[in-house]
């Protein structure tokens, strides 16, 4: 079936570091591939939409600036979380789809934490 | 009124109890209806998908009415294993983003 793999799946970084997050399809391409945060006991939030080649879309209340996504391969989106604070310490998913006919895989989530 | 609903529970169900719940969603084009599972700390993964006419698979049986808008899980039989999250999934038919439930947590009591 299809896999995606997400890399790393544990961080830790400083205040005002950045850090980068890989999400990879392994058997397929993916044509589109979302970034979900979720925060303890709640619900999955979307915070962008990358389709390969082109911009990413954010969704309202997403700063652009500090979440930067580039997918510039039908392989591989990587979320960069810029001048990271505390309050962006949270558990970190991507999905990939290459496609309706494939669904929806995730990846096995990046959690980070912000010291 | 939020894209996708879901009572956030918990639901503290007996083993060997049935038990169902329902998701509605406010948009009426929405095309595409999944149930996920997400353990604790984990990465949700897919449950089943839910199509128009119903399906089942072993204990668990999804149900979709478009006209009142909800979809609908239920799990008979309930095993210690099923304690999760069960998120309700719907993708919106302009973007194919998925759209998520805040999910209902299920507690099986042994």
């Known amino acids: 079936g299809a896999v995606v793999s997400q890399h790393p799946s544990r961080v830790i970084c400083k205040s005002g570091t950045s850090v980068k997050i890989e999400c990879r399809s392994l058997?397929?391409?993916?044509?589109?591939m979302f970034w979900y945060r979720q925060f303890p006991k709640k619900s999955l939030m979307l915070m962008a939409t990358s389709n390969e080649g082109s911009k990413a879309t954010y969704e309202q209340g997403v700063e652009k600036d500090k979440f930067l996504i580039n997918h510039a391969s039908l392989t591989l989106s990587t979320l960069t979380v810029t001048s990271a604070h505390p309050e962006d310490s949270s558990f970190y998913i991507c999905s990939a789809s290459g496609g309706s006919s494939y669904g929806y895989t995730f990846g096995s989530g990046t959690r980070l934490t912000v010291v | 009124r939020k894209e996708v609903e879901q009572d956030p529970g918990p639901f503290n169900v007996p083993e060997g109890a049935t038990v169902a719940f329902n998701c509605t969603y406010s948009?009426?084009?929405?095309?595409?209806f999944f149930w996920y599972r997400q353990d604790c700390r984990k990465e949700p993964k897919l449950l089943m998908s839910?199509?128009?006419s119903g399906n089942e698979d072993g204990r668990f049986t999804a149900q979709l009415n478009r006209a009142s808008q909800y979809i609908s899980l239920l799990i008979r039989d309930s095993k210690l294993s099923d304690s999760a999250t069960y998120l309700c999934?719907?993708?919106?038919?302009?973007?194919?983003?998925?759209?998520f439930g805040k999910g209902t947590r299920l507690h099986i009591l042994p």
């Open positions: 948009n009426s084009a929405s095309q595409s």
């Open positions: 839910v199509y128009s």
């Open positions: 058997d397929f391409q993916a044509t589109t």
């Open positions: 999934v719907v993708t919106r038919d302009r973007d194919d983003k998925i759209i």
